[in-house]
């Protein structure tokens, strides 16, 4: 997918590899329902320091919610996994986390793209509709992987009708591109952009997609009142949610 960036404003620096190591949670911690969201564990945020890694709470107790009413559904395949990407934060930070929940393990924080005509450093603007180059938001189950123009690449089923069920349709998929990479961010301020995938760094895109592949849930989030009012997912057994102010 082709890129396009803008002048930096400030250079930050960034560590490569994401921490791993922080304290796991006991399997008996106590449950909480935070936002609607039946039976998770209220320490899993904290104890894998996933706000101070940069992962919006709001972003984490409505991925959760939706996740949690996936699997009610018998949407998943593999119910131990889930891949947020956190569009509430620039691309020159790493905002998709791939969380074992089963488990309590964060298995990987990267940077990723949005689509070109999202906007630029943040992605502001989304869409269903193919041509648009604009990243959808809400929830996925991953599917089976392919080798196509971007190498090695995983589809995905969009499942909110009206918000993101043309994936299919529009080739959104998971790939690796070169233009995701900390030389840009140190050079431009930001990552390059797509034509609407949430595409990865190519040194590890191939790891995270045998990680997530077949059946897992993706979710990809913003502060956006119009997707949190029309979610089905996240409106599921409540009033309309809004973003936090």
Request: hydrophobic share 40%; proline share 4%; charged share 20%.
């Amino acid at each position: 997918m082709p890129f396009v960036f803008a002048k930096a404003k400030t250079v930050i620096g960034f560590l490569d590899k994401n921490p791993t190591n922080h304290p796991v949670a006991a399997i008996d911690s106590p449950l909480v329902n935070t936002v609607n969201v039946p039976l998770v564990k209220i320490d899993l945020y904290d104890s894998l320091c996933l706000g101070s890694l940069g992962l919006a709470r709001q972003a984490f107790d409505y991925a959760m919610k939706g996740f949690m009413v996936m699997k009610s559904r018998g949407e998943l395949t593999n119910g131990n996994i889930i891949s947020i990407i956190d569009f509430s934060k620039p691309s020159s930070e790493k905002r998709l986390f791939v969380l074992d929940v089963a488990h309590y393990k964060l298995l990987f924080n990267t940077y990723v793209a949005h689509g070109m005509q999202s906007g630029k450093e943040f992605a502001k603007q989304f869409s269903n509709k193919p041509k648009s180059n604009k990243s959808s938001l809400g929830f996925y189950e991953t599917l089976g992987t392919y080798f196509g123009g971007n190498g090695y690449s995983l589809k995905l089923q969009g499942i909110e009708k009206g918000i993101n069920d043309n994936a299919n349709k529009r080739a959104i998929v998971i790939h690796g591109a070169d233009y995701v990479n900390e030389s840009f961010i140190h050079s431009q301020g930001y990552i390059g952009r797509s034509w609407g995938c949430p595409a990865l760094p190519e040194r590890q895109h191939k790891a995270i997609i045998d990680v997530i592949k077949n059946g897992t849930c993706l979710f990809i989030f913003s502060p956006d009142n119009n997707y949190l009012s029309h979610s089905r997912i996240l409106n599921h057994g409540a009033g309309p949610m809004l973003a936090f102010k």
